[in-house]
């Protein structure tokens, strides 16, 4: 049974940098589309960031390109988020999701997610 484990969130300054980590138990990172989604109190969930371990695919939201980088580590079965240039709005719980082999655009735009992580808190706040 996959496990997903996210680390790295905290407060931080506008314009300043986090770098999210989503470490994977149960099952090997290479058959396995990785998601970041995040949630702002009174919205909806959001897909923000995915890859696709076996294409190495991967889709941003428009509000985040250029500013977040998804990356692997098949060696620590993990997958970071580096969030530069962060502002009040990317403030949310920032959840790591798992499925078999989807298209990031399955995962990130329809929400298709077979295992969601517990979500660590990002403020971004002067």
């Known amino acids: 049974q996959v496990q997903l484990v996210e680390s790295g969130g905290g407060l931080v300054q506008p314009g300043g940098s986090l770098r999210l980590s989503c470490t994977v138990s149960g099952y090997t990172l290479d058959y396995l589309t990785i998601g970041w989604f995040r949630q702002a109190p009174g919205k909806e969930r959001e897909g923000v960031s995915c890859?696709?371990?076996?294409?190495?695919?991967?889709y941003y939201a428009d509000a985040v390109k250029g500013r977040f980088t998804i990356s692997r580590d098949n060696a620590k079965n993990a997958v970071y988020l580096q969030m530069n240039s962060l502002n009040p709005e990317d403030t949310a719980v920032y959840y790591c999701?798992?499925?078999?082999?989807?298209?990031?655009?399955?995962?990130?735009?329809?929400?298709?997610?077979?295992?969601w992580g517990q979500g660590t808190q990002v403020t971004v706040s002067s």
């Open positions: 999701a798992a499925a078999a082999t989807l298209t990031v655009q399955s995962m990130c735009v329809s929400h298709q997610v077979a295992r």
């Open positions: 890859i696709r371990n076996n294409d190495g695919s991967t």
